[in-house]
């Protein structure tokens, strides 16, 4: 799973940045580009890709920073509904 999620978060970022190319590790709000919008759509895009809700606790800048902490988070937040829904 997670090549193929960091592929559709890079993806999504990519499509509205055509002109950055961005590795997995780097922090995207560091970079400038940015903005408190395009953070919420990063959410929204999470919530729906990946089919999970994302609490307001986990509603972290350190979530979003990066394509990894990302995928970090979208683990974190499918994990319990793929055991359950495996037992």
Do not use: C, W, Y
């Not at 799973?1 to 950055?20: L, Q």
């Not at 929204?44 to 988070?73: C, Q, W, Y």
């Amino acid at each position: 799973m997670s090549n193929t999620t960091r592929a559709e978060i890079r993806a999504f970022i990519t499509a509205k940045f055509p002109a950055i190319d961005i590795t997995d590790d780097q922090d995207i709000f560091a970079l400038g580009f940015v903005n408190s919008l395009f953070a919420m759509e990063l959410v929204l895009f999470i919530e729906k890709a990946f089919g999970t809700r994302i609490p307001n606790d986990e509603l972290k800048l350190d979530h979003f920073r990066s394509v990894e902490a990302m995928e970090s988070l979208v683990v974190r937040l499918t994990a319990p509904a793929s055991k359950a829904s495996g037992a």
